[in-house]
């Protein structure tokens, strides 16, 4: 090597910053080889260092070669390379899973050879525009996927090298079918709501708060009465548009929006459109707000409620039309109401006396009769003494007779019950109880304290006992206890019956709203018309009652003023000022002087005849009413008044208390066709010592005459004084 060669490869080295280590001096003969020896190791060593750069290079190409091919394969995109024939150069994963092939067997193929003519000619004819144009392209290509055909954006351009000729085709694909999709639903999701919107005639708006300006929707523009398009986004347009009356209360909709935003504001006025027409327009509004809560959009729909509110306003006036005929109908329904339960009360009271006309004339007459044939029975059965044949006939005709009297004393409690006619209301409870023991087996229990006996007209009173008879009939039915309790009181000038029991019990509060009469829990009339009766008489009807849990009815009626039951007291009826002169009486002093009272002629002729048929008694008068009773008690001064209840002007129990009241020494002795206790403890309580059925035996009568005569102390001091 010359000098010339070694300052070159010196020169080059030092260029190149390579470092030369020092040779070893070998001790040689010549120095020349020394020099040739000392270039030949400089230059060995200046290619070797050469070679390991060459190395080191190529190793950070392959390592960065790895790198954007592993960021490339793991790209979401497809990316492909294709020389001038179209063979690929490269293909990176995404895109050989788009392609339906695998990168081993792309590279260095065709389309034609991959792939189907259909799709092989979309790419090459995208391909060949790319080449020709030299320019970048987009274009969508549709490639066959196993789930369906899928559609990719792609952007193809040309690679260039140092000379600026292209040497390969380069290309990027994104998936974009499930934006298209989506786009697709979006646009039919638009599509359905404009078609919503018309259909109900529903407008949209949005208004920029800080722009001051809006957008209508065509929609609205039309409901608005616009054309499409004819709204020019201001504020002024939209109040030109607003009915005068109603302008306030748009403004504050709006202005409540946007005080609240978290909530829709909800409002209705009208607008007055070009075209003269007035509508009615609900709105809905929602104010929108940034993120320091500055409110920066109101959105809102309107919706023509037009025939909404022309169809309520019809319905408003027909509402008004409707509760004026309803008023006029109340009120001549109301009049009804009354002229019909008047009509009831009248019923119900012509219904009772009815009742009583029938057990005055079973009373008045066929009892009577079959009294007086039961006395003339007696007289026949005393005369045929002996005569064993007929004895029994006349004791079987006898008890015939007795057979019919009771049926005809129970008729006559069932239709009207002397009681209630002779005694009043109190002592008609009190009897009703027992009758309802014997006739139901229904153990009542009655509370009337004395101090409620009271005067009440007949048609209260009437109406009352038929009221709590009923009541006491349904829980003889239904309780299923065999009892119950009666109460009767004064509360706050009010008259209170009140029938109350432990039993079964029903739905009161369903009943009494149903206000017709429940067959579980209604006896002839019902709850409904004991409610009406009530109501006829100016009262009510109190019903509580509950499954299980017994049963509470009561009867109020207000009173004007408690009073004691009307009657005679004792020494309130006038007597003769002077006796008479007249004294009829036998002069024996044993002999018993007796005054029949009786309003039936025939009955007073039945009890002279048997009665006169005893030496020792003298029927020294006759009365057909209690106020004859007391005139001739005063005149005959008889021992004995024998006193019938049941008689009209003055009954046997006010006569009673006349009679003992002037003359206590007199004894009466009673006589009824319902000699029951009730009667026998009034009577008593008049004064009379006793009571007797008028169907007695002769001689039960003859012997209580008598012990009642011997009660009567120094009788003959007083007869003498006669």
């Known amino acids: 090597m010359g000098p010339g060669l070694l300052a070159s490869v010196l020169s080059t080295l030092a260029a190149d910053l390579l470092f030369i280590e020092p040779l070893y001096e070998f001790h040689l003969a010549a120095g020349y080889y020394w020099v040739s020896l000392g270039v030949f190791a400089v230059e060995t060593v200046a290619i070797t260092m050469l070679i390991d750069r060459i190395n080191r290079t190529q190793d950070t190409l392959r390592e960065s070669e790895a790198?954007?091919?592993?960021?490339?394969?793991?790209?979401?995109?497809a990316m492909f390379i294709k020389d001038p024939a179209g063979r690929y150069l490269f293909m990176n994963e995404e895109c050989a899973r788009v392609l339906s092939v695998t990168r081993e067997q792309a590279l260095g193929r065709t389309d034609r050879d991959l792939f189907s003519p259909e799709l092989a000619a979309q790419f090459i004819a995208n391909d060949q525009q790319v080449w020709e144009s030299e320019r970048l392209l987009t274009v969508e290509e549709r490639v066959p996927q196993a789930d369906g055909v899928h559609t990719s954006m792609v952007k193809k351009f040309l690679l260039w090298d140092e000379q600026g000729r292209p040497y390969a085709l380069s290309g990027i694909a994104l998936d974009i079918t499930p934006g298209l999709k989506l786009e697709a639903a979006v646009q039919a999701s638009e599509a359905r709501l404009r078609l919503a919107q018309s259909a109900a005639n529903i407008g949209v708006f949005d208004w920029d708060i800080l722009a001051q300006t809006g957008v209508w929707s065509p929609e609205l523009e039309r409901m608005w009465g616009l054309p499409v398009g004819g709204y020019d986004g201001t504020a002024e347009a939209w109040r030109r548009l607003v009915h005068p009356d109603d302008l306030a209360a748009a403004h504050a909709g709006c202005q409540r929006s946007l005080n609240d935003p978290t909530t829709a504001s909800a409002f209705e006025y009208r607008i007055a459109r070009p075209d003269g027409a007035v509508r009615w327009i609900y709105a809905k509004a929602k104010t929108l707000?940034?993120?320091?809560g500055r409110a920066i959009r109101m959105v809102g729909v309107n919706l023509d409620i037009t025939e909404r509110k022309e169809a309520q306003l019809r319905m408003e006036r027909s509402t008004q039309e409707l509760e004026a005929l309803v008023e006029d109908r109340t009120r001549d329904l109301v009049q009804s109401q009354e002229r019909l339960r008047a009509l009831t009360k009248e019923l119900n009271l012509a219904e009772q006396r009815e009742r009583k006309r029938l057990a005055t004339e079973l009373h008045d007459h066929l009892q009577q009769m079959l009294i007086v044939g039961k006395m003339t029975i007696g007289q026949g059965k005393q005369r045929a003494r002996g005569e064993p044949a007929w004895d029994a006939v006349l004791q079987k005709v006898d008890e015939i007779l007795s057979d019919a009297l009771s049926y005809s004393r129970t008729l006559v409690a069932e239709l009207c019950p002397p009681v209630l006619r002779d005694q009043g209301l109190t002592a008609s409870l009190t009897w009703l109880a027992e009758y309802m023991k014997t006739k139901h087996a229904h153990t009542v229990t009655v509370q009337v304290p004395d101090d409620h006996l009271i005067n009440l007209p007949e048609d209260q009173r009437v109406l009352l006992f038929q009221s709590v008879r009923e009541l006491l009939i349904n829980s003889?039915?239904?309780?299923?206890?065999g009892q119950a309790t009666l109460t009767m009181d004064m509360r706050m000038d009010q008259l209170r019956i009140t029938v109350t029991d432990e039993g079964k019990g029903f739905d009161g509060t369903a009943a009494t709203e149903a206000g017709l009469p429940n067959e579980e829990i209604s006896s002839k009339f019902g709850l409904y018309s004991i409610q009406e009766r009530m109501r006829a008489l100016g009262g009510s009807f109190e019903i509580h009652s509950a499954p299980k849990k017994?049963?509470?009815?009561?009867?109020?009626?207000?009173?004007?003023?408690?009073?004691?039951?009307?009657g005679v007291r004792r020494g309130d009826w006038p007597v003769p000022s002077r006796r008479s002169q007249a004294d009829p009486a036998p002069g024996d002093p044993s002999t018993i002087r007796l005054l029949l009272v009786d309003d039936h002629a025939m009955v007073r002729q039945g009890l002279r005849t048997m009665l006169e048929a005893y030496q020792d008694i003298h029927v020294i008068g006759e009365a057909a009413n209690g106020a004859e009773a007391i005139t001739l008690a005063h005149t005959l001064q008889p021992t004995v008044v024998l006193m019938d209840m049941n008689m009209p002007q003055l009954n046997g129990i006010e006569a009673t208390t006349v009679i003992k009241g002037n003359f206590p020494d007199m004894v009466v002795v009673g006589l009824s066709v319902n000699a029951d206790r009730g009667h026998r403890e009034a009577m008593i309580q008049a004064g009379a010592v006793t009571l007797l059925t008028k169907e007695a035996p002769v001689e039960e009568l003859y012997q209580a005459i008598q012990a009642a005569v011997k009660s009567i102390p120094d009788r003959k001091s007083s007869t003498r004084a006669r």
Not at 289 to 292: R, Y
Not at 476 to 481: D, F, P
């Open 476 to 481: 003889a039915k239904h309780a299923g206890t």
């Open 67 to 77: 790198r954007w091919r592993s960021i490339l394969n793991h790209a979401p995109a």
């Open 550 to 566: 017994g049963t509470s009815a009561s009867l109020v009626l207000p009173l004007t003023e408690r009073v004691a039951p009307q």
């Open 289 to 292: 707000c940034d993120a320091n």
